[in-house]
């Protein structure tokens, strides 16, 4: 990836459990979101935390950014069976643009 | 609420030969994006386009073109196709002047090149 890292690659959880991603990057950015992506399926945006926060919620999403070590990381906490798809980190880097370069992705199994 | 719309949602073409793919993307939004996901890749910026105009470019080869029309949609050409452009194609739109760069994806366009 031009982006960067995220782990772990390929995750697999109880439902019920917690599961916890990290995405690293390369270039300072404006914010960094996060999208899920079922399997052969479009990308949805899930949450956007910009450059000056360092911690994020929206329902059972938590996410954190940490710019002095470039990385954020994703959990979901009471994992759903629905829960399962691959999720990925993305940023346009220090503009405000579309063009999104992402990361590599995390593969989420949550066994029902 | 209307979401990105792309066709054909599966396309198969020998290679050598040309495609196009279609995207509308959400009434109202000005700027169209094209991204490219190879099979267990993460996906690539190729081509945006902000009131017809192209807006930016990324890993887009020589060998597409696109463009976007009067009604904002948009239309990825591909030619002389090879195998290694089998992927899936996404479109995503967002409102020009948006203060957030959240894109709306489309469910994609997969192209298999025997």
């Known amino acids: 990836s031009q982006q960067g890292e995220e782990d772990p690659q390929a995750l697999s959880i109880q439902e019920g459990e917690n599961a916890t991603m990290n995405c690293s990057y390369k270039t300072s950015i404006n914010n960094l979101q996060w999208y899920r992506q079922n399997s052969g399926r479009g990308l949805v945006h899930l949450i956007l935390?910009?450059?000056?926060?360092r911690e994020k919620h929206s329902g059972r999403l938590r996410v954190t950014l940490d710019t002095s070590k470039k990385s954020s990381s994703l959990l979901i906490t009471a994992s759903r069976a629905a829960d399962t798809a691959s999720y990925f980190c993305?940023?346009?880097?220090?503009?405000?643009?579309?063009?999104?370069?992402f990361g590599q992705g995390t593969t989420l199994q949550v066994k029902p | 609420a209307a979401g990105v719309i792309q066709s054909p949602r599966h396309l198969i073409k020998e290679k050598r030969e040309t495609a196009t793919l279609k995207c509308y993307p959400i009434p109202r939004h000005d700027t169209v994006y094209w991204y490219q996901q190879g099979p267990g890749q993460d996906p690539q910026f190729l081509i945006s386009f902000y009131e017809k105009m192209q807006s930016d470019k990324g890993s887009i080869p020589d060998r597409f073109s696109a463009q976007q029309f009067s009604d904002y949609h948009s239309e990825l050409n591909m030619s002389s196709l090879e195998l290694g452009d089998s992927a899936l194609y996404f479109c995503a739109s967002r409102p020009g002047g948006s203060g957030a760069n959240v894109l709306t994806f489309g469910a994609g366009s997969r192209l298999t090149v025997l």
């Open positions: 993305a940023t346009s880097g220090s503009s405000n643009t579309g063009k999104l370069i």
């Open positions: 935390i910009r450059s000056n926060e």
